[in-house]
């Protein structure tokens, strides 16, 4: 792709790179630099490219269209180009939608979240290679050993989490950051169109996804989809379901609340592990704001 043709006009979203949507003779497409250090560091361009064409044609993910790696000597950084997808971000949607609209998404969300629940993995941890090499978490292991020394009144909630996560020893494909921010949808059919931003995808716990998805939602017509949709693909009881998924996104939730600054997202998940300590129970529920 000819980049100084393009016409680049930047894109919301994304965790270590910049994204910008090119146009070059009326074809659009996505473009990530990798200018900042993130979690995976100088691999992040090839390991992101190498996760979308693991997963192509079973989820709706872009198509790689061309990965440059960064030059050192010219201090040109690392880009990936990759295919334009259509529709509009779910989290944009979802206040618009009637009852059946949220219900007929709902199963659809929960149906793509068990797929995704359904790609298996031999380890633990982040992704540190364009041959999805699995590394080690520089983080306690553990749930309990996470908050220990932190968050103190989660210790108690943190075993039971614990306990509960362990009859489930299976290891998958997680996207990390599972939300309808991250999502696109037809706004007419109201199919699933892409599944964005991989940059904390790791392989772990086969709930975790299905906990960021359920994190700040608790709108019962689309939940309780969620979970019917991910039962009728994975056979799991949605209670069943739902207690994993809340334990599972412990760890993101903490981590999230520990962002610094005044982060929106940050600040609703601090009044969502205050609800959880409360209650003693890592399901618990309080509007977020």
Known sequence: MDLAAASLAPLPGGHSGQTFLAEVAGERSVVRVYAESGPRGAAAAEVDAALLRLVRGLL????????????????????????????VRCDLLLPDLDETGRRALGTRLGVLVADLGGMPQLGDGPFVDADLRVGTWERPEG??????????????VADDAQALLDTVTRRVLVHGDLTPGNLLVDPDTLAVTGLVDWELAHAGHPFADLGSLLRFERDPVLTT???????????????????????????????????????PDAERAER????????????????PG
């Open 60 to 87: 709706p993910v872009p198509e790689v269209l061309e990965l440059r790696r960064a030059d050192p000597a010219s201090g040109m950084p690392a880009l990936l180009v990759t295919s334009y997808l259509p529709g």
């Open 143 to 156: 749930l309990p050993e996470l908050v220990a020394d932190t968050r103190p009144e989660l210790v108690a």
């Open 225 to 263: 989809a969620v979970l019917q949709g991910y039962a009728a693909r994975r056979g799991t009881d949605p209670a069943t379901a739902l207690a994993l998924a809340g334990a599972a996104d412990l760890v993101a939730l903490v981590e999230l609340a520990s962002r610094p600054g005044r982060h």
């Open 272 to 287: 969502l592990l205050r609800a959880v300590a409360r209650a003693g129970d890592p399901g618990a529920w309080t509007d």
